[in-house]
T-cell receptor
Framework: DAGVIQSPRHEVTEMGQEVTLRCKPISGHDYLFWYRQTMMRGLELLIY????????DSGMPEDRFSAKMPNASFSTLKIQPSEPRDSAVYFC?????????????FGPGTRLTVL | DQQVKQNSPSLSVQEGRISILNCDYTNSMFDYFLWYKKYPAEGPTFLISISSIKDKNEDGRFTVFLNKSAKHLSLHIVPSQPGDSAVYFCAARELGAGSYQLTFGKGTKLSVIP
């Protein structure tokens, strides 16, 4: 299995621009998670989906952030408009409930820099 | 308020010795704990986990200990190898209510010196 795939790996944009991060979970997994990692706050859960339905988006920092999962193999995290404080590494993870440990499998992350 | 705390941002250990990484939590509803390992430019990868019904779980060189009364867990790596140099995250999950989300600590950077 290819694992969780994220694109792009790096994104540099200017303040005010729209940014879209993409994620392809592991085939057959029924949970998908979006995280943000910063030095100050560590790894924070932004939102997660179960069977393509958003379950908890309480971690989404502001209305500028939105996430969708149109089907079982694709999810996007959009920031519009972007701000310098959004600079971070964004991880997508997926899991299969009932798996041996219910662990989450992370993608390599997208490093976002907003100038 | 951080519910999962890793108070040591970094740790250096000589190759062959034991590495002990610590984690404290405050939420008494947590009943499943995991350790993840992260190399630079990669996502975290699962290492080992423990359920609250146990106080120890071992997998090769890695052992996790859980002290529920103290709300403390630790990861022991014996013997430590240079390839173990990475950032280690402690994570906790509150089972029940259909929640599968994890709460992570900020991580401890382990450096194993050859």
């Amino acid at each position: 299995d290819a694992g969780v795939i994220q694109s792009p790996r790096h994104e540099v944009t200017e303040m005010g621009q729209e940014v879209t991060l993409r994620c392809k979970p592991i085939s057959g997994h029924d949970y998908l998670f979006w995280y943000r990692q910063t030095m100050m706050r560590g790894l924070e859960l932004l939102i997660y989906f179960n069977n393509n339905v958003p379950i908890d988006d309480s971690g989404m920092p502001e209305d500028r952030f939105s996430a969708k999962m149109p089907n079982a193999s694709f999810s996007t995290l959009k920031i519009q408009p972007s701000e310098p404080r959004d600079s971070a590494v964004y991880f997508c993870a997926s899991s299969l409930v009932g798996d041996r440990t219910d662990t989450q499998y992370f993608g390599p992350g997208t490093r976002l820099t907003v100038l | 308020d951080q519910q999962v705390k890793q108070n040591s941002p970094s740790l250096s250990v000589q190759e062959g010795r034991i590495s002990i990484l610590n984690c404290d939590y405050t939420n008494s509803m947590f009943d499943y704990f995991l350790w993840y390992k992260k190399y630079p430019a990669e996502g975290p990868t699962f290492l080992i986990s423990i359920s609250s019904i146990k106080d120890k779980n071992e997998d090769g060189r890695f052992t996790v200990f859980l002290n529920k009364s103290a709300k403390h867990l630790s990861l022991h790596i014996v013997p430590s190898q240079p390839g173990d140099s990475a950032v280690y995250f402690c994570a906790a999950r509150e089972l029940g209510a259909g929640s599968y989300q994890l709460t992570f600590g900020k991580g401890t950077k382990l450096s194993v010196i050859p």
